[in-house]
């Protein structure tokens, strides 16, 4: 059964960075697709980035596109999500996933979720 655990996360100030953390375990040929979504107040989960085990092409959502930056460890088992010059709007609650449907922007292909990490960040 696959397993995500993150870490990271934490209260910074706009223009700051912070740095997401996302092991798995349970698995030796699992899911393809590994994606970070965000959940800010009041609204609905939303695509942040994904990226594959095999090709570790990244992909980003256009409103962190040259901020957030997608990346995976395959002998760690571990995605990471680095977040450069943090926005109040980037305010959330992160979820990593894991799936079988590369580069899927909808929440519904992805099978498992961490328990989510939350990102503040203050004006």
């Known amino acids: 059964q696959v397993q995500l655990a993150e870490s990271g996360g934490g209260l910074v100030q706009a223009g700051g960075s912070l740095s997401l953390s996302c092991a798995a375990s349970?698995?030796?040929?699992?899911?393809?697709?590994m994606g970070w979504f965000r959940q800010g107040p009041g609204k609905e989960r939303e695509f942040v980035a994904a990226?594959?085990?095999?090709?570790?092409?990244?992909v980003a959502t256009d409103s962190v596109k040259g901020r957030f930056t997608i990346s995976r460890d395959n002998a760690r088992k571990t995605v990471y999500l680095q977040m450069n010059n943090l926005k109040p709007e980037d305010t959330a609650v992160y979820y990593c996933a894991a799936g079988r449907v590369p580069y899927s922007r909808s929440p519904g292909h992805y099978d498992t979720w961490g328990q989510g990490t939350q990102v503040t960040v203050s004006s």
């Open positions: 349970g698995f030796t040929f699992g899911p393809s697709a």
């Open positions: 990226i594959t085990w095999s090709s570790g092409i990244p």
